[in-house]
């Protein structure tokens, strides 16, 4: 049998170990565009300059079972009924297919300019923002952030360059922040809603709800509204999509994730299993959120389910376990643990760096984050820990 798994993230790594146990007998491959794996979650802090390039990437090949075949391809297009993925360097097919590829920047049509906007979703685009962000403080007289996107990676963003103005000197910054609904993060209790609110006004940033971006010349930002912003440094973190096209349309959310039976099976395509934000996995009546966790859960299980199907072996329904999930927000954090207690203040923090600490894969750059998780940025500050029966 030839086995592909497209993406070296968290989901196709843990499958590929999973496969370890029939890689021997059968041809498995892991495919990726870069020869180096990402902790995407730090990806902010990297942007803000708090934390180096090298703490978050590790290569590929040195985590891949011996018996698992690496090699480095940038994929098109995947082509489900004929059985293909094509690259740039030609066409691969397959007996089986794992779908692990994450996710990218979704512009939802927004065209103008794209080479002057900056996006967070990968280590080089967050190389790309903390390098020209340095240089845009340094030749602005009166610089101003605008974040188009107010979910958890647009505020994280807002307060990683806001860190990087201050220690650049610039504290006159302007920062706002647009974001399409009604209200930011319309998911948290209003105990965690007004804690963000209120920490947004306390450091000067503007989060203009109900808006979006009309138009952008490359410098100046025009929005539905009418109100203009010159001279901006404009960061597109309004959501994301599936990473690769697929032909033959498969059932998917309008995101583009691939939705999947118990075991992982991309609906129609029972060939091509689907982890990680590439699937739309259904849980409780809803979709599980893009998150490293359910991607590593999930990786595994398609990962076991695929060995299970080639050896004639009973493959296992999905059953995802949720631990939370939490919002950095540089010198402290808002979160969920276990869907029951809410926290905020600097618990959040450490728990989130001590996740990508665990979730790295070294020695040296997990000890990173964890000496971070101890010691955060600032000192003093206080941790909050509340139960949600009490409100
Ligand atoms: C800024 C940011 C902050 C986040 N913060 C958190 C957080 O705090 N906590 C949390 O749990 N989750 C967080 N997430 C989400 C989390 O990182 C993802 O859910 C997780 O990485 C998904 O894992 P994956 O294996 O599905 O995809 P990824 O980790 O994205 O891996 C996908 C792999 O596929 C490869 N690939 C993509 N396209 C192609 C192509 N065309 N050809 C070849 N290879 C390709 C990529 O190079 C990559 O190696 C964050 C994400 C971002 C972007």
Redesign the pocket.
């Given at each position: 049998m030839k086995i592909l798994i497209?993406?070296?993230?968290?989901?196709?790594l843990a499958a590929a170990r999973e496969l370890s146990t029939i890689s021997r007998h059968h041809s498995v491959t892991l495919?990726?565009?870069?020869d180096f794996?990402?902790m995407?979650?730090a990806?902010?802090d990297l942007a803000g300059g708090k934390i180096s390039a090298s703490a978050l990437k590790y290569p590929i090949r040195k985590l891949v079972p011996d018996s698992v075949e690496f090699k480095r391809?940038?994929?098109s297009l995947i082509d489900p009924v004929k059985k293909e993925v094509l690259t740039q360097t030609g066409t691969l097919c397959y007996d089986y297919l794992i779908t692990?590829?994450?996710?990218r920047t979704d512009f939802y049509g927004f065209d103008q300019n794209p080479d002057a906007l900056y996006t967070?979703?990968s280590l080089n685009s967050a190389i790309r923002m903390q390098r020209d962000f340095r240089h845009y403080l340094k030749t602005s007289a009166q610089p101003g952030l605008v974040i188009c996107g107010a979910g958890?990676?647009g505020l994280?963003t807002a307060f990683s360059l806001r860190y990087l103005a201050e220690m650049s000197g610039c504290s006159g910054m302007s920062i706002t922040m647009i974001e399409a609904g009604e209200r930011i993060l319309p998911f948290l209790s209003p105990w965690l809603h007004g804690y963000v609110t209120d920490l947004l006004r306390r450091r000067g940033i503007t989060v203009m709800a109900g808006n979006s971006v009309s138009e952008f010349d490359g410098r100046c930002v025009t929005l539905k509204t009418g109100e203009r912003i010159e001279n901006a440094f404009v960061c597109w973190c309004a959501g994301t999509r599936r990473?690769?096209e697929i032909s033959g349309s498969p059932e998917s959310l309008k995101d583009g994730r691939l939705r999947t039976d118990a075991y992982l099976r991309v609906q129609g395509y029972p060939e091509v299993f689907a982890?990680?934000?590439?699937a739309a996995i259904e849980h409780n009546s809803s979709f599980l959120r893009?998150?490293?966790?359910f991607?590593i859960y999930s990786?595994k299980a398609v990962g076991r389910n695929l060995a299970a199907t080639v050896t004639g072996g009973r493959m296992k329904p999905f059953v995802p376990i949720d631990a939370g999930?939490?919002i950095p927000l540089h010198e402290t954090a808002v979160g969920r643990l276990f869907d029951r207690y809410e926290i905020r203040g600097r618990l959040g923090l450490r728990l989130?760096y001590a996740m990508c600490g665990l979730r790295s894969r070294s020695l040296r750059n997990g000890l990173k984050f964890i000496k971070t998780a101890v010691k955060l940025f600032e000192r003093g500050g206080t941790w909050h820990l509340i139960s949600k029966q009490g409100f």
């Amino acid at each position: 049998m030839k086995i592909l798994i497209i993406g070296g993230g968290f989901a196709g790594l843990a499958a590929a170990r999973e496969l370890s146990t029939i890689s021997r007998h059968h041809s498995v491959t892991l495919l990726d565009r870069n020869d180096f794996t990402t902790m995407l979650p730090a990806l902010p802090d990297l942007a803000g300059g708090k934390i180096s390039a090298s703490a978050l990437k590790y290569p590929i090949r040195k985590l891949v079972p011996d018996s698992v075949e690496f090699k480095r391809a940038e994929i098109s297009l995947i082509d489900p009924v004929k059985k293909e993925v094509l690259t740039q360097t030609g066409t691969l097919c397959y007996d089986y297919l794992i779908t692990a590829y994450g996710s990218r920047t979704d512009f939802y049509g927004f065209d103008q300019n794209p080479d002057a906007l900056y996006t967070l979703d990968s280590l080089n685009s967050a190389i790309r923002m903390q390098r020209d962000f340095r240089h845009y403080l340094k030749t602005s007289a009166q610089p101003g952030l605008v974040i188009c996107g107010a979910g958890y990676t647009g505020l994280e963003t807002a307060f990683s360059l806001r860190y990087l103005a201050e220690m650049s000197g610039c504290s006159g910054m302007s920062i706002t922040m647009i974001e399409a609904g009604e209200r930011i993060l319309p998911f948290l209790s209003p105990w965690l809603h007004g804690y963000v609110t209120d920490l947004l006004r306390r450091r000067g940033i503007t989060v203009m709800a109900g808006n979006s971006v009309s138009e952008f010349d490359g410098r100046c930002v025009t929005l539905k509204t009418g109100e203009r912003i010159e001279n901006a440094f404009v960061c597109w973190c309004a959501g994301t999509r599936r990473a690769i096209e697929i032909s033959g349309s498969p059932e998917s959310l309008k995101d583009g994730r691939l939705r999947t039976d118990a075991y992982l099976r991309v609906q129609g395509y029972p060939e091509v299993f689907a982890a990680g934000d590439a699937a739309a996995i259904e849980h409780n009546s809803s979709f599980l959120r893009k998150s490293v966790n359910f991607a590593i859960y999930s990786g595994k299980a398609v990962g076991r389910n695929l060995a299970a199907t080639v050896t004639g072996g009973r493959m296992k329904p999905f059953v995802p376990i949720d631990a939370g999930w939490v919002i950095p927000l540089h010198e402290t954090a808002v979160g969920r643990l276990f869907d029951r207690y809410e926290i905020r203040g600097r618990l959040g923090l450490r728990l989130h760096y001590a996740m990508c600490g665990l979730r790295s894969r070294s020695l040296r750059n997990g000890l990173k984050f964890i000496k971070t998780a101890v010691k955060l940025f600032e000192r003093g500050g206080t941790w909050h820990l509340i139960s949600k029966q009490g409100f």
